[in-house]
Nanobody, 117 residues
Framework: QVQLVESGGRLVQPGGPLRLSCAASGLTFSRYAMNWHRQAPGKVRELVAA????????IYADSVKVRFTISRDNAENTVYLQMNNLKPKDPATYFCQGVGGAQDNCWGRGTQVTVSS
């Protein structure tokens, strides 16, 4: 059974850092590109960052460039999202997604990030 489990979401002060993790099981992790998405209440889900299966290339939404870094550890079947300088626009539920092909993708249930002083 394929599972993606996000963790690390919590309340953080503006300007603070936070690292999210997504642990994968039940799949050959190293064959999957991994994405982080976020969805705030009343808003559409948006792609935040993506990383190739080998971890050799990544892309970011303009709103998080420079501040967020996606990385992965294929030996640990885990993808990370390091978020720095968190802003009031960043609170959302953050989801990870694994993409193995056009018809092969899986989602975690999300982890909540709150930014408040």
């Amino acid at each position: 059974q394929v599972q993606l489990v996000e963790s690390g979401g919590r309340l953080v002060q503006p300007g603070g850092p936070l690292r999210l993790s997504c642990a994968a099981s039940g799949l050959t992790f190293s064959r999957y590109a991994m994405n982080w998405h976020r969805q705030a209440p009343g808003k559409v889900r948006e792609l935040v960052a993506a990383i190739t299966s080998a971890g050799d290339s990544s892309i970011y939404a303009d709103s998080v460039k420079v501040r967020f870094t996606i990385s992965r550890d294929n030996a640990e079947n885990t993808v990370y999202l390091q978020m720095n300088n968190l802003k009031p626009k960043d609170p959302a539920t953050y989801f990870c997604q694994g993409v193995g092909g056009a018809q092969d993708n899986c989602w975690g249930r999300g982890t909540q990030v709150t930014v408040s002083s």
